[in-house]
């Protein structure tokens, strides 16, 4: 009985006339009964910039976000590359390498990975690293949150931190 309900529920839908829309989305049955919507995004006066989708960066090439890493690692005393934002993290880990940095009253300076997929690959092809949180301190890759915490516990974190602008140790 489910069987043959399930068999004419497809067949139903197989049958339907392919809806389409010139301003949201449009939909294409295929043999199997499966639809395929595909979003458009309309060019009238109306759409407001904000629903628009954006480019994050120039897809030129990877030199590009190679150079971005690079400035971001050089410009900023501490960098960190995290999933979400020190405000904000989105693991475990993230949250872990933020709370020891916060410990030291230094300015952190952060890009969140998971909102752009080519930069997260940028940086670990950067670092040769390939899991995150990476940490960077002085321009010098450091590691994860496993190695800031260790070195937190040994009095080293505090020896590479000390003359970081903001800290009031």
């Not at 301003?23 to 910039?49: E, I, K």
């Not at 629903?51 to 120039?58: A, E, I, M």
């Not at 971005?68 to 872990?96: R, W």
């Not at 670092?127 to 040994?154: A, R, V």
């Amino acid at each position: 009985m489910a069987a043959s309900l399930s068999s004419r529920l497809l067949k139903g839908i197989a049958n339907l006339q392919a809806v389409r829309s010139s301003r949201l989305t449009s939909a294409s049955v295929y043999q199997n009964g499966m639809m395929r919507f595909s979003s458009t995004v309309p060019s009238d006066s109306d759409t407001h910039d904000d629903f628009k989708p954006t480019q994050k960066v120039s897809p030129d090439s990877t030199d590009s976000l190679k150079d971005i890493v690079e400035n971001d690692v050089k410009d900023n005393p501490v960098m960190i590359y995290m999933k979400g934002v020190p405000e904000s993290p989105q693991c475990g880990f993230s949250s872990l390498a933020v709370r020891v940095l916060q410990q030291y009253n230094v300015p952190i300076s952060s890009r969140n990975i998971l909102e752009d997929q080519e930069l997260k690959n940028a940086v670990k092809s950067f670092s040769h690293w390939p899991t995150f949180p990476q940490i960077f301190i002085k321009g010098e890759f450091i590691g994860g949150s496993d190695i800031i915490l260790n070195m937190h516990k040994e009095g080293e974190l505090e020896q590479r931190l000390k003359d970081v602008s903001g800290n009031q140790d």
